[in-house]
Structures are given as C-alpha cells and as structure tokens.
C-alpha cells in the first residue's frame, strides 16, 4: 500500500477501477465546499460534467447508428441527470467518502441526490486530471454506467422539462429558453437555488427552485411550459 492511503480509499479507487498517482485529486473531488472553502470539489465538478457529457454522447452516437438529434439527446439527458447519477454515485458508495462540514453532516448531506451527482463528475475530472488520458475516462464512465446503459431504448425515454421546453420552441424557429440564476438561498448545508427561464413567447421570465442548478432549471422549464399551454388555449 502506498504511503499515506487510507484502507477506505483503497477500496474506493478498487469500486472506481482507478488507481490515483496523486490521492490530493481524488481526496478534493470527494471535499464538499461546506468542509473546505478553497480546496473543494466545485472546480472539479465543472469540468467532469463536460468530460462526462461528451464520453456519453460519444457512446450514443456509435450505439445508436439510426437514432435522430432528438432522441440522442433525451438519452444524453436521461443519463446525466442528477437522478442518475447519484444512482451511479450509491452505487460506488462515495456518499461514505465524501468530506462534509457539521452542517451537511448533521443535514444528512452523503445521502442527498445534488451533493452526489456533483461528486460523481468530480472525482471523473480527477480521474482525467491525474491520468492526462481521456480513454481512461470513457472507461471509467461506461463501467460505472453499466447497468444504465444496458437498458437503454431510444423509443422509450420520457422527455425532462427543459427537453419538451426546447423542442417546442425548435419547432416554431424560436430563441431557445435562457436559464439564469437568480439567487441562492440557505445556509451551505441546505441552499436552494432560485433559476429564471426567460422564454420568449412569454412576458416574464419564469422562476424554479431546487436543492440543486439542474432541478431549478427543470421546475422553471415546467412552469414555463404551463404558462405556454395557458396562453396557447
């Protein structure tokens, strides 16, 4: 064993099939900003989220030879969205590992969706940061999405929100919707996110929260949405 590794972050980086050079990477993925103001996993978290999307989409376009645009990206959207990845995430049992202050650990934070999904894309751009190779990545990310994209159909995924939202306005040659965030509420250990949805067939912009960026957008798309289906009666 190598100098300074715990027996749990062995046992991690065995579930990960990773093996890190550098354990710092790893041990930052796994640090939550309530536990660390500056050597936290948000940084981190930013660049798994593209590495991850473009391994998956990289994956559907080869598995899917005939599928259209559309159905590429409600797949896309079904595998990276903070649902399923905090299901990839329990199933690596980082939740055990993640490195949170009182107020998260009092909150229950290791069990919460956001906070996983978040450290799931972490610790994937530690993964690429330590290895510098974008295949170690792929294989990462497609054997801990094993059992997802198994059962993958093409013509059997619910559309989200924000999908339904984009392809009704794509029909009609109009301005995609722009999702801004408004305003950030809570302590670290309980924040709610205020999104905007400015849509441009409707006069205000539409508000969404969530304990996360992504499920604010999704309630703003489905509010949206129903003003739409409102104004369009």
């Keep these: 064993m190598q100098p300074n590794i715990r027996e749990a972050e062995v046992r991690l980086q065995e579930r990960l099939g990773y093996s890190f050079r550098q354990m710092e990477t790893l041990r930052q993925a796994l640090t939550h900003r309530s536990a660390s103001g500056r050597h936290n996993n948000e940084r981190l978290e930013f660049l798994g989220d593209s590495i991850l999307s473009m391994v998956i989409a990289e994956y559907l376009y080869g598995r899917f030879p005939q599928a259209q645009e559309g159905s590429l990206t409600r797949l896309r959207a079904s595998l990276v969205k903070e649902e399923t990845l905090a299901e990839v995430a329990r199933r690596l049992e980082l939740g055990a590992e993640l490195h949170l202050g009182q107020g998260e650990i009092r909150s229950g934070g290791f069990r919460r969706d956001s906070l996983l999904a978040d450290a799931l894309e972490a610790v994937l751009a530690a993964v690429y940061l330590d290895s510098d190779d974008l295949a170690v990545c792929r294989n990462c990310v497609l054997n801990w999405f094993a059992p997802q994209l198994s059962t993958l159909q093409p013509d059997h995924v619910r559309k989200d929100a924000k999908t339904c939202l984009q392809e009704w306005l794509q029909a009609r040659h109009l301005d995609l ?52 289906k409102v104004s369009q009666a």
Excluded: M, W
């Excluded at 969404?208 to 949405?225: F, N, P, T, Y």
């Design 177 to 228: 919707p722009v999702y801004q965030l408004h305003a950030v509420d809570g302590q670290s250990h309980e924040q709610t996110f205020i999104v905007q949805c400015h849509v441009v067939v409707l006069p205000e912009p539409v508000q969404g929260q969530g304990h996360s960026r992504r499920r604010a957008e999704q309630v703003a798309a489905e509010a949206a949405l129903q003003q739409i």
